[in-house]
């Protein structure tokens, strides 16, 4: 038996090769396996659950029918781009939302599970407006606005985000390695799994002077790729994005 890890597909009309991709992921994939777990960022942009375009509708379907139909748990944490998903959405997803932080325990092994922008200490401007997105007020707010305003607002969020990544050092937006540490020492694991960096790897490092490793599951832009945890054994598997196909 397996349970598989999957983030940043950034699923969105523009790009339907990777929908078609993740369907056809989600349809190969249903067998022997005891649990999905999605680590954020699975579309593009999310402005709310009253938000319903045919692709997020045809997502919540296969989800629901992934899980129920193959009895395989579905868990999300969210993401720097689809924070926002609520309850009703995941209900109707057949999904487990989850903390941003969250350690679970798979085949006897305690394993430390997130997205990753928590990790990314070092862009500071980043981090200063999760903050701010992530006020609960902030969003309660945001909620009563009108759905075209919101999507407005959402949509310029966004390309002021890709911008910005034009002028970022790349090590400004990887991993903060002593954060890392920090966390995985905290949580007491010797196995990270996370997403929203984008470079797909698994690094080998010394927590508490023992053997540990961070896997970076990547994301589905020109490859698709996951983590796959076995009883006995950690795989990071990437293929094609057309693979299934």
């Known amino acids: 038996m397996r349970t598989l890890f999957i983030a940043d597909l950034h699923l969105s009309e523009k790009h339907p090769q990777i929908s078609r991709s993740f369907f056809q992921f989600l349809h190969n994939e249903a067998e022997k396996v005891d649990a999905l777990y999605i680590l954020g960022d699975l579309f593009e942009v999310w402005i709310g659950d009253d938000e319903r375009t045919p692709l997020m509708n045809e997502v919540a379907l296969k989800l629901s029918e992934y899980s129920l139909k193959n009895n395989i748990p579905l868990y999300y944490i969210h993401g720097n781009r689809d924070f926002m998903i609520g309850k009703k959405y995941a209900q109707q997803s057949s999904m487990q939302l989850l903390p941003e932080h ?5 085949y006897g ?35 009563l606005l009108p759905l075209f305003l919101r999507k407005k607002i959402g949509w310029k969020i966004r390309h002021a985000s890709q911008s910005k990544k034009v002028y970022k050092h790349r090590e ?26 984008h470079r797909v790897a698994c690094h080998d490092i010394l927590v508490n002077g023992q053997p540990a490793q961070r896997y970076d599951v990547g994301d589905w832009r020109n490859n698709l790729s996951y983590v796959e945890v076995q009883q006995d054994k950690i795989n990071l598997v990437i293929r094609p994005i057309d693979f299934y196909n």
Not at 172 to 197: F, N, P, S
């Open 102 to 106: 969250c350690e679970i325990n798979l």
């Open 172 to 197: 400004v937006m990887d991993v903060t390695k002593d954060e890392v540490l920090r966390l995985m020492e905290e949580h007491h694991v010797q196995t990270l799994i996370h997403g929203h960096t």
């Open 109 to 143: 092994k305690k394993i430390l599970i997130l997205h990753g922008d928590t990790l990314c200490l070092a862009d500071k401007n980043y981090q200063k407006m999760r903050k701010l997105i992530h006020n609960p007020l902030l969003q309660f707010v945001f909620n």
